[in-house]
């Protein structure tokens, strides 16, 4: 659901109008927290799930029968008892469909604010409304103003991010008489040690002193219930006035820009940003993204008169370690690809991008300020999709050797103590490794991430209840499942039953099953990352993010516009070209198919994206280029919709194929087609553009086929037929995550464009008429239907199983026949010019535990400037039982090379690059012969090899026995 679906939505000014109970009636508004009518509010439970909501003593309420209408304001009634068994006894913590952190009458309604654009806009006066959610699931989530909080040591509803309240248009009725007002400090911008601050004089605001000892004196200051609340850290801490301690929350994603904000940068996805093979321009959009977060907290510190820093500092869903193990599975994008090597490189890249991390005065090596805390999900697997719809949750399997071969080395990467940017944070997963849950697992949380690692990251649940999850895993209460949570080394929760579960650990704290010390170490632990963020310290001169200084123009300006180009034409990667790329300026052109254009650019966004000023689809990208270059007709047709399915909907580990079969037979009708076919063979060129979307691949969305949906099937039969009969020339672009499985034949040119963002359209204009020449590379290995047929029905080779060895293999470590199973190879990709590989060394001491380093000659034998991505492979040769891939990635490069000019590149590779893994997941190198190749793909891809970067080099070394 977006917001264009309350666009109908008209602001009604509260009204004394009288109430359906008798007596006049009060309208409910925004107020300041200090304001008289902030106060003194009651949730009163009724059990089953329901709730009364008064205002000393009056009752929250609206006309009955209720009929959930769009312009329903509500009101507060006169003093008395609310009538029993009516609507007023109600009220629910969340709605029955979807939980979300609001307070709602049904499962069909939810309080939710005006303008009639519902952008999120909650300030002082603003009415309350009803407004009927059927059908809306998730909606509340992805507005603001579903956020209010009930405080209950405040006795107030609380917006985390504003810091403002729910009170009345006039004051409560006189009888009975109001509760007085508690005191409050007046509202203060300044910051918690800024001079003349309650804690400035302490311990707290010593900044030579290291972060774990400040914020361990100020949590001997707090109170267990305080501790608690910083546990609770979605939807908000609460602002601490004794203190001036600031109000904050976990809940954002930064993957490909900001999500839940509007007027904010969209880059490519993460999956795209891996098709770069590009750690430096990675990290550039990262650290795009958190200088935008930055904007937006200065603009919620400012408006809530410093008392807030808001939810955009936290991004706990992503960038993700998590690896496209399988193209089946629906969350692709939120990876960076197939290769644990290639996903740790980019990984780390894009921590330091976000976090930025800047040292203290301290002199404390792990004491950094941090531009935005980054948490890692999901250790260790994933949710969403491939598992039980209603319990969002999954079990995998995995042997020792599979996780130390293909899991362990990304989420090290971005984890351990030596990481060059540690997270702050690490989201434990919704699902069961080998038969014990993420959230609870002693190997995962323990053993991995304290004693290996080393990680001082803070474990938080995620947002959908990991913690219910657990419970539904080993069959026990959620308030057990909780207390297992904390002791188990939980440090935060975040997700929407924070309401519900509050009181279930005040209680384990007081029947002992949960230690005061424990949740004293939470609490201790959530402030250091305050202070890594700054809350405290901002007031300095040397603090590297202060709010003046902060540039407030980069927020969708030219500069993040240009980045977000220049990202779509690095990762938009050629995949064929017959000899029509660059186009020669043809007459006309036709942009055909479901993602030239689509409503709001939202099938060039894909999921968890924010909303940018504007997206340049391919039409207009193209209409524009065209005009540039001298075409003189850019004509447009849809063709078809994008899929036969309105979503998908799972049935267990997979979905169910008969999904792909049941087409509106509207979708694709002989109407829509024949328009798209008149088109075609008018114009010279068609660029036919396909692709799969979030109701094919998303969260909760796998895919039985590698195909393309069906009715995208017919209009590809059908323009490219009309093409042939009238002697035009078709270029396919296909938009999606993973790889789709079609004949490609019938085309000249095929581009792969994986969620580009804003500027898709501008970005692949670029690219086709040679303003920028391609360099990207495939991320995964794209499979054919036959290898989706073999891996069916055979748990062993299903989503949930992460052995890749089994069956016909999977990713280009076990792939074992990419002749019949690949339809293109990882690492694979075109450019409008040509490379020839001439020599590969190796230097360095050879031993287990040693670097080395590679060098690589290469010359541009072409006429166009472009980059090459210097891939490095290593295999060795072993007698070995345990399973070993047929090679690993051990280095790669992106080098620009001039026309006629050459290039010596060095690569390093770390020991632990060419390490296998053995039975029990300790890796090791192991002593032998390896080979090493280097060049423009994978050794032995015949399509790369035939490719513009020719054949790879090669040299062996060897490893002796220790």
């Excluded at 894009?350 to 002199?363: E, I």
């Excluded at 400037?865 to 399973?883: D, L």
Aim: proline fraction near 7%.
């Amino acid at each position: 659901m977006t917001w264009r679906m309350v666009a109908v939505l008209v602001v009604f000014a509260a009204t004394a109008t009288d109430s359906v109970w008798g007596g006049p009636a009060i309208g409910v508004v925004v107020q300041e927290c200090n304001h008289p009518t902030a106060t003194g509010w009651t949730w009163k439970n009724s059990g089953a799930g329901s709730a009364t909501i008064l205002h000393n003593g009056g009752c929250l309420s609206v006309p009955s029968p209720f009929t959930a209408h769009p312009q329903l304001s509500l009101q507060m009634t006169c003093p008395g008892t609310c009538p029993a068994g009516s609507d007023d006894a109600g009220w629910c913590w969340h709605a029955v469909e979807s939980p979300v952190s609001t307070f709602s009458l049904s499962a069909d309604a939810s309080v939710v604010w005006g303008p009639a654009s519902l952008e999120g806009v909650v300030s002082v006066g603003r009415p309350l409304i009803l407004y009927s959610l059927t059908g809306s699931k998730g909606y509340c989530e992805a507005h603001k103003s579903c956020d209010f909080v009930f405080n209950q040591s405040m006795a107030a509803f609380v917006h985390p991010e504003t810091g403002l309240c729910l009170g009345l248009s006039s004051p409560s009725p006189p009888s009975p008489p109001p509760s007085p007002a508690p005191p409050t400090r007046p509202v203060t911008t300044a910051f918690t040690c800024e001079p003349g601050q309650p804690l400035a004089e302490t311990v707290v605001c010593n900044d030579t002193l290291p972060f774990a000892t400040r914020a361990a004196a100020l949590g001997d200051m707090l109170s267990i219930e305080q501790h608690v609340d910083l546990f609770f850290s979605y939807p908000g801490t609460p602002y601490i006035p004794e203190f001036n301690i600031k109000s904050w929350s976990l809940d954002h994603t930064c993957i490909h820009g900001l999500n839940k904000a509007r007027n904010v940068s969209l880059f490519p996805h993460e999956i795209a940003q891996g098709a770069s093979w590009d750690a430096g321009l990675v990290q550039r959009i990262l650290n795009a993204t958190a200088v935008e977060a930055r904007i937006l907290s200065s603009q919620t510190y400012v408006h809530t008169g410093g008392k807030s820093q808001g939810g955009v500092l936290s991004c706990d869903g992503g960038p993700s370690a998590a690896q496209a193990h399988d193209p089946r599975w629906g969350r692709t994008s939120w990876t960076w690809g197939e290769d644990p090597f290639h996903i740790a490189v980019l990984g780390r890249a894009a921590y330091v991008g976000l976090q930025d991390p800047r040292p203290t005065p301290s002199g404390v090596a792990r004491d950094v300020f941090l531009a935005v805390r980054a948490t890692v999900p999901y250790f260790l697997a994933y949710h969403g999709g491939s598992g039980d719809p209603v319990g969002f949750a999954s079990a995998f399997n995995a042997t020792p050797r599979s996780l130390g071969d293909s899991y362990w080395p990304a989420y090290r990467a971005l984890l351990a103590s030596d990481a060059p940017s540690p997270a702050d944070g690490v989201m434990c997963a919704m699902s069961s490794l080998n038969g014990v849950p993420s959230c609870v697992d002693p190997l995962l949380l323990n053993t991995a991430l304290r004693e290996a690692w080393q990680s001082d990251a803070i474990i938080q649940t995620d947002c959908c209840d990991s913690v219910g999850s657990v419970a539904s895993f080993l069959k026990i209460p959620k308030a057990e499942a909780l207390a297992m949570y904390v002791n188990a080394g939980g440090g935060a929760y975040y997700g929407f039953e924070s309401g519900n579960y509050r009181p279930d650990l005040l209680a384990a704290l007081a029947n002992g099953t949960v230690y005061n010390s424990t949740i004293r170490a939470v609490g201790n632990r959530v402030l250091e990352t305050e202070m890594r963020l700054g809350f405290f310290d901002a007031h300095r001169p040397e603090y590297p993010f202060r709010n003046e200084t902060l540039p407030w123009e980069l927020l969708d300006g030219p500069e993040h516009r240009a980045l977000a180009v220049e990202a779509v034409t690095k990762t938009t990667v050629l995949l064929k070209n017959n000899n029509l790329l660059p186009l020669k300026t043809p007459a006309s052109i036709a942009v055909v198919g479901p993602f030239a254009r689509c409503a709001d650019g939202l099938c060039y966004a894909h999921d968890y994206a924010g909303t940018p000023s504007f997206t340049t689809d391919f039409v207009d990208g193209l209409t524009i280029a065209g005009l540039a270059h001298g075409v003189k007709s850019v004509t447009y047709a849809q063709g078809s919709n994008d899929t036969c399915a309105t979503r998908c909907a799972s049935s267990g580990p997979l979905f169910n194929r008969s999904i792909w079969e049941q087409c509106d037979p509207t979708a694709a009708s002989e109407a829509a087609i024949a328009e798209a076919v008149e088109l075609v063979a008018a114009a010279e060129v068609t660029v036919l553009a396909l692709g799969l979307g979030e109701k094919v691949e998303g969260e909760g969305c796998d895919r039985p086929n590698v195909t393309l949906p069906m009715v995208q099937q017919r209009l590809y039969d059908a323009v490219t037929a009309a093409a042939a009969k009238a002697g035009r020339r078709v270029i396919l672009v296909l938009v999606s995550a993973a790889g789709v499985d079609v004949d490609e034949s019938p085309v000249d040119a095929v581009l792969w464009q994986p969620y580009g963002g804003q500027a898709s359209g501008t970005g692949l204009a670029q690219i086709l008429f040679g303003e920028s020449t391609p360099s990207a590379r495939l991320p995964a290995t794209w499979y054919t239907q036959a290898w989706a047929d073999d891996m069916a029905n055979d748990p062993s080779t299903s989503i949930l199983s992460f052995d890749l060895e089994v069956g016909a293999g999977r990713t280009h470590r076990y792939l074992k026949d990419p002749a019949l199973h690949a339809r293109h190879s990882f690492g694979f990709g075109l450019s409008y010019t040509t490379f020839s590989y001439t020599a590969v060394t190796v230097r360095g001491p050879v031993a287990p535990s040693t670097n080395l380093t590679v060098t690589v000659s290469l010359k541009n034998t072409g006429r166009v400037a472009a980059a090459e991505i210097v891939q490095v492979y290593a295999s060795v040769q072993s007698n070995s039982a345990t399973p070993m891939p047929r090679h690993n990635l051990v280095g790669f490069a992106r080098v620009a090379v001039d026309p006629q000019a050459s290039a010596t590149v060095q690569v390093a590779v770390e020991g632990d690059a060419i390490a296998v893994a053995d039975d029990s997941g300790s890796r090791k190198v192991v002593p032998g012969t390896y080979t090493l190749w280097a060049g423009g793909h994978q050794p032995n891809d015949t399509e790369g090899t035939a490719g513009t970067s020719g054949p790879c080099v090669s040299t062996t070394f060897v490893v002796p026995s220790a």
